[in-house]
Structure formats: structure tokens, C-alpha cells
């Protein structure tokens, strides 16, 4: 990912979107399902 140096990051939000009904992985929460020993909004977060 490229990073802007002209960004405050201090000041910087994010917002997660992580609504649904999971009707394709069998009503499994797609933001908890684990992948390498991390949630998958583990890795969302960390990359904001």
C-alpha cells in the first residue's frame, strides 16, 4: 500500500463495514472467521 506523507495520521478515522447476513458462508460471521490465527477484521484494523 502506498502511504501519503502529506497525511495527518493522528487525525485519520476509519470506518469498518462488516454488515450482512452471511447467507453464503452458512450464517458464519465473516469478520470473525480466522484466518492464520487472526480474525479477519484483525487484519482490516491493523491495516488502518
Do not use: F, W
Amino acid at each position: 500500500m502506498l502511504e501519503n506523507p502529506s497525511i495527518d495520521k493522528t487525525h485519520l478515522t476509519g470506518v469498518i463495514l462488516a454488515g450482512g447476513r452471511a447467507t453464503r458462508m452458512g450464517g458464519q460471521d465473516k469478520g470473525l472467521v480466522s484466518l492464520n490465527g487472526k480474525c479477519m477484521v484483525e487484519y482490516v484494523i491493523a491495516a488502518l
